[in-house]
């Protein structure tokens, strides 16, 4: 299991980092990436440390660690430059918070995300199919997501990207110990979305890219 999607202190996450790792590894996961909140006020406080942190825990641990930031309830009209600045910083990915239905996002946030330099675009809820031509397009992965409420598009993305044939990651988004997944957990999400065990299994081959 691959979870591209989770968070720390340096945000609202309950872990630090290094903690945060070692439970992924203790679940059997193989790889995780630590996304935390961030926009220009916090880009250059967080991402140097995750890539510190990421840098060392490599060297020691068994888990791959990789360093990224998922921009967060930014304007539209800021993710470019916000995506640019996390890129200069060194974060491998980066993941936009799309518009969940369960939270305020500005409208035309997943758009303005799949015009930039992203990677994933985390729980865009009821995206629409022009959206995910886009994401297809460019190779930009959309998440179906393990988070409460985040969860509840999963249908509707998994349906669509089968329509189109944008390419999907399964991801935690992981904020407390408990929200951890593993393998078997993620595979009963992804079928509970009306995808497959092969569904999956190309998910996990998507995700194996960044390790």
Known sequence: MIDLHT?????DGALIPSELVRRAEFAGLKGIAITDHGDLSNLDLII???VAIAEE???VVKIKVIPGIEITHVHPSLIANNVRKARSLGAKII???GETIVEPVAAGTNKAALEADIDILAHPGMISEEEVLKAKEKGIFLEISARKGHSLTNGHVAKLAGKIGAKLVINSDTHD????INKSMA?????G?????NDFEIMQQNASKFL
């Not at 968070?7 to 945000?11: A, E, R, V």
């Not at 979305?193 to 065990?197: I, S």
């Open 7 to 11: 968070h720390s202190i340096f945000s």
């Open 48 to 50: 140097p440390r995750i």
């Open 57 to 59: 825990l490599n060297r």
């Open 95 to 97: 993941i936009v918070h």
């Open 177 to 180: 110990p408990g929200d951890l």
């Open 187 to 191: 595979l009963r999400i992804v079928c």
């Open 193 to 197: 979305a009306g995808l497959t065990e």
